[in-house]
């Protein structure tokens, strides 16, 4: 890539020949105006691409819209374009997924064959405890290929999964399976993490104590500890493998498009977690379509998304968009710098990884160990670098560029979202860089940015972000609740998509993430809610009130800072808030321990009683107030 032609404005990276050559997509801007042009004419072509049991009568039904339908009265199934479709090619020995264990001493390597031997025995096992389409499943687990076995074997039988973050503990967990209901919940024994064990399957034994919807556990034996068994419900799941019936072919169901495919709960602005719903059709279309432009899937490429897949990160782009693609994924079970800084590097040349896709605040923790790690490493195979999860600060990016990707891999900085189900502001290979820029809105998509009252702001001011046309992998309600649906993405602005991210258009109309507007903290590009904190603070005897905000970290991006009002007859003390840190761990679970707990006398309030968090904010940085009218102080 060279530096700055001046065509456009700032820092620009634009791509080398050799970029453009290699790149299956050449001209952004032909495609980009075909699909403004019949947004409808461009997801139809690449739908074409998949197979359908039937084709659809209608790309998209918006006659009732914000709850729109995509691919009205088609026929498919995600896995069958997953798996299935590739059984009949040459992808069938191809590898779908090599994996590395935490210790570094065991591989694992699955092809598509062996990949859908897996597949259908976890499923025929899961109908045989009499999951019906339709049904939930919860899943917890770790790092391993299992997790995506479940998740694709739900899929495959119609079953709706359900994934918790392994790093989630009692109260998230119980929270998420009472609230879909959960009939089954796949874990493990437990998980490793930095040489310890996460305690997955207690924690499961804690949560659904409390969960009647629950009438079988089955447990993958991972770490291979004593635990707890409770006869009638928890079953091994190699014991189940060895039985008649897991064995043999399980048909792959036959869904309607719009069947709902899983659903991931995600933090919202206020209360309860909120379920977000996709489908079988349109996320398979959109998670397909996005990851084969912007990382730009080769038959002969190894990609490697770093994120967990208990976010929908690793759904969209661990999981089902590599395999629709048919490619060769790698996983680790490790994490980036464990046990060494060079980890992640040495995994890169080991397994000849092209395209790697992580977070900034991974990268920005590999940054601090220095040069010398990632030097010490052959990273020649890489072609392409991805970024996710939070705004990469340009450092952070020309960092990538420079030690990792040697000045000659484009870095793809996708922004996109749970509710999204793929990316939407995101370059391709081909399409300048700018540090710290998704770029544009991928093809079909419109993005704006508005004011308070819904009007366009001026280039380059602040404002928030939505997104004006309907796509296909779009959340289609949250579930259970359509209401929230509607009020909480589609009515300040009605008929533009409220992402909930504040952001700058510049007069390239690149479109700059600033963060969120509400009351969302992302801490290691983790999405975590104010008020799930809050309500872990609380359910502590000591606690009156708590109030939870976000506030920069060089690392995470964002750290959890709380503010905490006590019942009478506590006394403030470093003891206590160390004990309220470790109860916010133990009951949301070890990503939401706040960073620090400061004491106080009162929270600010409006006059509803409110807690104004963006008032905390601004003391705790010392910035202005802003607009304290309805301050009750
Ligand atoms: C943020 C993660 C800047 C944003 C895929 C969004 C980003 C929230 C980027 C969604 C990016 C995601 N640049 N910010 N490339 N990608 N975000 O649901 O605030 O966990 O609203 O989905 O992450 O987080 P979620």
Known sequence: MSKSKPQLEGEVYYPSNEVVEQARLKDWDEMAEKARKDPQAFWAAEAEELEWFKKWDQVLDDSKKPFFKWFVGAKT????????????????NKLALVWESEDGKTERTFSYFLLNREVSRM????????????????????????????????????????????????????????????????TCDGAFQNGKIVELKRTVDEAVKRCPSVENVIVVKRVGHEVPMEVSRDHWYHDLCALPIANGKCATEVMDAEDPLYILYTSGSTGRPKAILHTHGGYMVGTYTTLKYVFDINDEDRYWCAADPGWVTGHSYIVYGP??????????????????????WQQVERYGIRILYMAPTAIRGLMRFG?????????????????????????????????????????????????????????TPTVPLKPGSGTRPFFGQEAEVLDE??????????????????WPAMLRTIYGDPDRYVNQYWSKYPGKYLTGDSAKRDRDGYFWIIGRADDVIKVSGHRLGTAEIE??????????????????????????????LLRSGFEASPELAEELRQHVATHMGPIARPEDVKFVDKLPKTRSGKIMRRVLKARAQGLPEGDVSTLDE
């Open 77 to 92: 199934n995600i896995v069958h374009n997953a798996i299935d479709r590739h059984l009949k090619t040459y992808r069938k």
């Open 123 to 186: 499923a025929n096992i899961i109908k045989a405890m009499g999951v019906n389409k339709g049904d939930r499943v919860t899943i917890y687990m770790g790092r391993i290929p299992e997790i995506a076995f479940a998740m694709l074997a739900c899929a495959k039988i119609g079953a709706i999964h359900s994934v918790v973050f392994g790093g989630f503990s009692v109260d998230a967990l119980q929270g998420r399976i009472d609230d879909s209901q959960s009939k089954l919940v796949i």
């Open 323 to 344: 395999m629709l693609n048919g490619a060769t994924s790698f996983m680790s079970e490790a994490g980036p710098s464990y046990p060494y800084p060079n980890r992640i």
């Open 371 to 427: 040069e010398a790690w990632p030097n010490k490493h052959d990273l020649s195979s890489l072609r392409l670098l991805g970024s996710v999860g939070e705004p990469i600060n340009p450092e952070a990016w020309k960092w990538y560029y420079r030690v990792i990707g040697k000045e000659k891999c484009p870095i793809m900085d996708t922004w996109w979202q749970t509710e999204t189900g793929m990316f939407m502001i995101t370059p």
């Open 453 to 470: 009252a819904g009007k366009p702001v001026a280039d380059d001011t602040e404002g928030y972000l939505v997104l004006k046309n309907p």
């Open 535 to 564: 309500s872990a603070l609380v359910s502590h005897h000591a606690v009156a009130e708590a109030a939870a905000i976000g506030l920069p970290h060089e690392v995470k991006g964002q750290a959890i800072h709380t503010f905490v």
